[in-house]
């Protein structure tokens, strides 16, 4: 059965920046000035792209002292990755069998 693929979850790492965070923190946990030297990103616009990560369950965070570290959700990622690959196979198969509706 075909899942729907999460649109917000989409629209969130479709935005340059936070792919490229998301892609640092895929390799390590980053505090936030970690993540302005990598990205060359104001701490203003970072801290907001950190709040729309947060929200959508894409990255948690681990105070440290008066840091705070953050850390990717592997599980968001691994569940938009099946919804993806589902679609992939289902558009596979539609082309095998050259499915199609009448007009």
């Known amino acids: 059965m ?3 693929v999460d649109a917000e979850l ?6 340059p920046l936070r792919l490229r965070i998301v892609t640092l923190l895929a390799r ?9 030297e990598e ?11 950190m709040k729309v990560l947060r929200e959508a369950g894409v990255v948690e965070t681990e105070p ?8 990717l959700r592997p599980a968001i990622l691994d569940a938009l990755a099946g919804s993806l ?5 289902t ?3 539609t082309v095998e069998t050259g499915r199609k509706r009448a007009c």
């Open 2 to 4: 075909l899942t729907s």
């Open 91 to 93: 558009a596979r198969e």
């Open 10 to 15: 989409m629209r969130v790492l479709a935005d």
């Open 64 to 71: 440290c002292g008066r840091f705070v570290y953050y850390r």
């Open 28 to 36: 390590e946990t980053l505090c936030t000035t970690h993540l302005v």
């Open 39 to 49: 990205t060359g990103a104001k701490q203003t616009n970072l801290s907001n792209h």
């Open 85 to 89: 690959g589902e679609l992939a196979a």
